[in-house]
């Protein structure tokens, strides 16, 4: 969507590294920012948000930070695993209208 | 507890025709959101309904309607089908409120036009 950006389009690591995708967003109306998980055929799942009122949220080994300073969040996964393999969007309710614009979405390839 | 379920999951169509998709929210769930996802891009919100009316509309044209029952099921329907309506459909439901509303999504339609 226009008013996020979402880089890298394909990130590939291998087994046990770490793996960082970023969102850029354009405007300050939302004070939510959630991570989507979509494996080959499946459903978009959320699998970790954050809200504005603080700077990074951890769940085992994803983690999500902002800087909305800098108005971009981040996605981090540690000790990638085969089955983290999937495309991860960002969305982002711009404009106060709480309807998300996904990202261009990130295909994540973890090698064995 | 029964997420948010979708039919069909695969449907073939010929230009010009029109289809119907369904959905059933999530238990508890009283919004439901619409998105078309195509091959290699996120999904785009076509529209949102809650308490049976249209509630935000994205940018699709009006061959693409829907509908929201009292038991807040919906459907989509698109008309006069054209190539570039094939896609993935996404269902989301969610609670309807002040705010982003974390949404649900089902498995989708897979919709083939030939």
């Known amino acids: 969507g226009e008013n996020v950006e979402q880089h890298p389009s394909t990130l590939s690591v291998q087994e046990g590294d770490s793996a960082v995708i970023k969102c850029t967003y354009s405007?300050?109306?939302?004070?939510?920012f959630p991570w989507y998980k979509q494996e080959l055929g499946k459903r978009p799942q959320l699998i970790i948000d954050i809200r504005s009122n603080v700077g990074e949220k951890k769940d085992q080994r994803i983690a999500v930070t902002l800087n909305k300073t800098a108005k971009h969040f981040s996605l981090h996964i540690t000790e990638t695993q085969p089955e983290d393999s999937a495309v991860y969007f960002c969305?982002?309710?711009?404009?106060?209208?709480?309807?998300?614009?996904f990202g261009r979405g990130t295909s994540l390839i973890v090698h064995p | 507890d029964a997420g948010v379920t979708q039919s069909p999951t695969h449907l073939i169509k010929t230009r010009g025709q029109q289809v119907t998709l369904r959905c059933s929210p999530k238990s508890g769930h009283d919004t439901v959101s619409w998105y078309q996802q195509a091959l290699g891009q996120g999904p785009q919100f076509i529209f949102q309904?809650?308490?049976?009316?249209e509630r935000q509309r994205g940018n699709f044209p009006d061959r693409f309607s829907g509908h929201q029952f009292p038991n807040y099921s919906s459907e989509l329907n698109v008309n006069a089908l054209l190539l570039g309506d094939s896609a993935l459909y996404l269902c989301?439901?969610?609670?309807w409120g002040r705010g982003y509303q974390p949404q649900h999504f089902g498995d989708g339609t897979r919709l083939s036009i030939l």
């Open positions: 969305a982002y309710p711009s404009g106060g209208s709480y309807i998300p614009t």
């Open positions: 405007d300050s109306a939302s004070n939510y």
């Open positions: 309904y809650y308490e049976e009316e």
């Open positions: 989301a439901s969610s609670f």
